[in-house]
């Protein structure tokens, strides 16, 4: 029997998975999701950065420069959804809420991936580019989105 290389099609059966209406809220997704945001607790103390949780179920997340500057923002997640809004100094809302966008989940459905090659790492020679880091995602969104 002939074996196949799987590697395009699974990349190709993927994304058409991830563009189809209904899967942003998937169950699978939704507890990928909140695996992801609760992924975020990890980074407390690393480069100023700060996760506590709110009354409201969601995360404060804060940055805080060597000056003591500091930037806030507010995630959580809403059936496989992951939404991000910056906050005031004093926790009051400062925009609107935003969706964070760019992530889709894997192949095998375990976890969520970025939905773009990770350009920040060499490829392994023979291998297609990996995805971006769910977790970069999901920072760079916040840090965008701080108010």
């Known amino acids: 029997m002939a074996t196949y290389d799987e590697g395009e099609a699974v990349?190709?059966?993927?994304?058409?998975?991830?563009?189809?209406a209904g899967n942003k809220h998937h169950p699978v997704r939704a507890a990928a999701a909140v695996a992801l945001v609760e992924a975020l607790r990890r980074l407390t103390g690393k480069a100023g950065f700060s996760v506590k949780d709110d009354r409201e179920g969601g995360l404060l997340v804060e940055l805080r420069a060597g000056d003591?500057?500091?930037?806030?923002a507010w995630v959580r997640t809403d059936?496989?959804?992951?939404?991000?809004?910056?906050?005031r100094s004093m926790g009051?809302?400062?925009?609107e809420v935003v969706e964070v966008d760019g992530?889709?989940?894997?192949?095998d459905e375990s976890q969520l991936e970025g939905a773009q090659e990770d350009t920040y790492y060499q490829p392994r020679p023979g291998k297609p580019r990996p995805r971006r880091?769910?977790?970069?995602?999901?920072?760079?969104a916040i840090i965008q989105n701080m108010g």
């Open 11 to 20: 990349e190709l059966l993927t994304r058409a998975a991830a563009s189809m």
């Open 68 to 72: 003591g500057t500091l930037k806030r």
């Open 79 to 87: 059936r496989g959804v992951i939404l991000v809004r910056p906050l």
């Open 92 to 95: 009051l809302p400062a925009g």
């Open 103 to 107: 992530l889709r989940l894997t192949a």
């Open 133 to 140: 880091s769910a977790l970069a995602v999901l920072v760079q």
